[in-house]
């Protein structure tokens, strides 16, 4: 998940009637989110569903995890990943 300038906006600009720690909890869910898919991807050498010779492992779902952090409960997705 690569998160461009327009999806971070989006994320940041949420419904102004949502309270401030809502949309700085949101936030860095997603801003979390992206680097962890960012670093799998760079660790297994493909994007999703990419087919590439330098691949060393594939994606193989997900698990939840809680990150407790100043903005709140985070619920993130960790990626398995399985040798190839």
């Known amino acids: 998940m690569t998160?461009?300038?327009?999806?971070?906006?989006?994320?940041?600009?949420?419904?102004?009637a949502a309270e401030v720690g809502d949309r700085v909890r949101h936030a860095a869910e997603t801003i979390y989110q992206a680097l962890i898919e960012a670093e799998l991807t760079a660790v297994i050498g493909a994007e999703p569903h990419q087919r590439t010779k330098a691949r060393t492992a594939q994606r193989n779902g997900h698990r939840p995890r809680t990150l407790t952090a100043t903005a709140g409960d985070l619920e993130l997705r960790i990626p398995n990943a399985a040798a190839v």
Do not use: F, I
Not at 4 to 15: I, K, R, T, Y
């Open 3 to 16: 998160l461009d300038q327009s999806a971070l906006l989006h994320v940041l600009n949420q419904p102004r």
